[in-house]
């Protein structure tokens, strides 16, 4: 009688299995320990903080760039001031890396600048409050490329960066100080 073993051609032991097994097991493991110990190694990103300029250096630039007379610039100098300290407690405020807390603090300095923006207005005439406007502008986008370079990132990608810290109602978010 002829024996039928090709049955036998598939046939693995429970020891070979159990060794398939533990050798799966034993890789499996070793994967999830490496990725974890990369995952924990690798730094936390955080953004940098926004630097922002002291009064003396906003009024130095303000006076050289808009011509101001000394009696504008004690005028301004309170209200640059009381921006300056403003901005500084909503940045501080927001200093958390989280998307949700970085949008609110746009939005509370987009709403600062245009409430500074309203009252310098009444102090600057029509070619000083351009000159003003194009000052924030020209600070904003020098913030953004140091942020980026410090992140280590690109121009591209658009969001903040693309528009000079530009929203779409034309506010800037930084204040240029």
Not at 28 to 34: I, R, S, T, Y
Not at 136 to 162: D, F, L, P, V, Y
Request: positive net charge.
């Amino acid at each position: 009688m002829i024996e039928n073993r090709s049955h036998r051609l598939f046939y693995l032991s429970k020891d070979t299995i159990f060794h398939m097994n533990l050798r799966y097991l034993i890789i499996v493991l070793m994967a999830v320990f490496l990725c974890s110990a990369c995952a924990s190694s690798s730094p936390k990103r955080k953004s940098p903080p926004i630097k922002i300029k002291s009064t003396d250096q906003t009024m130095l630039d303000l006076r050289r760039r808009l011509n101001l007379t000394k009696e504008k610039e004690e005028k301004i100098r309170p209200i640059i001031a009381n921006y300056l300290k403003q901005k500084r407690t909503i940045v501080k405020d927001s200093s958390s890396s989280d998307n949700r807390n970085k949008m609110n603090m746009y939005r509370e300095l987009t709403r600062l600048d245009h409430e500074t923006d309203l009252i310098l207005a009444k102090f600057f005439t029509s070619t000083q409050m351009a000159l003003y406007k194009h000052y924030q502008e020209s600070e904003n986008q020098k913030r953004m490329e140091s942020m980026q370079k410090e992140n280590g990132g690109s121009k591209r990608g658009g969001g903040i960066g693309r528009s000079g810290g530009r929203g779409r109602r034309g506010g800037s978010w930084g204040g240029g100080f």
